[in-house]
């Protein structure tokens, strides 16, 4: 009788820890580290987590504004996810002197350098995202869909670089990112999927799922017009740079034909070219119309 109620009385811990204590502890987990139902862990398989940086103290650059200014004591630009080197290649990198490596809030160890190689000619920043974007910057968007943009110097040498920073920007957890606050002196508990910091989050879905979202009324006056166009006389119709326009109707597209991944999007949007599937073909080349978030842009003979 009395194993009876043992083993009963294991039963009902297990019971309560399953259905009582599992979902107490999550929901803590949850405000704790900034991860909220939605944000899915993204695949860090193979990605670059390095933050090595370099010293500008006293180095001319231009701000993400295109002003002349100079970095004060501290001030550091971070290589994130990517590889510093040489501009010349037969050139060695130099240790920065305050120190060859630096520590980070997870307590990984990244390298530290001087802004001039051995012969003076430019340390680089290669083989990242932030390298790849017209305005040098990534923008996250974190689990309260608040976004923050981070932004390195406009000067074409810095490219790659974001800063400069008294403090380590950011710090990677595994599938999250969390920004450094500057005004609290720590970093924020809202997470943001690592996907921004590599460029290659899912957006085009939800983009492809509102364009796509068309009412009863909107068809039907879609295929009214149709029917008028088709009434008009040989003399009546548009020219030949409309006509292109209504017989592309169906090509969607965010990029004119022939942009590669990390060109400009279309029509003044921010970002760039993740992948060449929106393109617009060779027979209509040009994009117009594309409005990130909200529509997708129309595939067109000639430009607008």
């Keep these: 009788m009395n194993k009876l109620k043992n083993n009963a009385r294991i039963l009902l811990i297990i019971i309560v820890a399953a259905f009582v ?137 810095f490219s790659g670089f974001l800063g400069p920073y008294k403090n380590t920007p950011l710090k990677i957890n595994d599938s999250y990112v969390y920004l450094y606050d500057s005004a609290n002196g720590a970093f924020s508990s809202e997470a943001n999927s690592a996907c921004h910091l590599y460029g290659d989050c899912p957006s085009e879905d939800a983009s492809e799922s509102e364009s796509d979202k068309k009412s009863e009324s909107d068809e039907k006056s879609e295929s009214d017009e149709k029917s008028e166009s088709d009434k008009k006389s040989e003399s009546d119709k548009k020219s030949e740079s409309t006509a292109s326009y209504t017989s592309s109707q169906s090509i969607k597209c965010l990029a004119d034909n022939g942009a590669k991944a990390g060109d400009p999007l279309c029509c003044g949007q921010d970002g760039v070219v993740q992948n060449t599937k929106y393109n617009c073909p060779s027979e209509y080349p040009y994009c117009i119309g594309y409005k990130c978030g909200e529509s997708w842009g129309k595939c067109t003979k000639t430009s607008a």
């Design 21 to 157: 204590i599992v979902p107490i502890v999550s929901i803590l987990l949850s405000k704790t580290i900034g991860i909220h139902e939605g944000m899915s862990d993204y695949d860090m398989a193979g990605k670059n987590v390095s933050m090595d940086r370099i010293n500008m103290t006293d180095v001319n650059f231009k701000n993400k504004n295109g002003d002349n200014v100079t970095g004060t004591d501290g001030d550091y630009l971070y290589c994130i996810g990517g590889v510093i080197a040489c501009e010349d290649s037969e050139e060695t990198l130099v240790a920065d002197t305050t120190g060859a490596t630096y520590t980070d809030d997870n307590g990984e160890t990244h390298n530290s350098y001087s802004t001039s190689c051995t012969n003076s000619s430019n340390t680089v920043c290669t083989n990242n995202y932030v390298s790849t974007t017209s305005d040098n910057s990534v923008t996250f968007v974190d689990s309260n869909d608040s976004q923050t943009s981070l932004y390195g110097p406009s000067d074409d040498k």
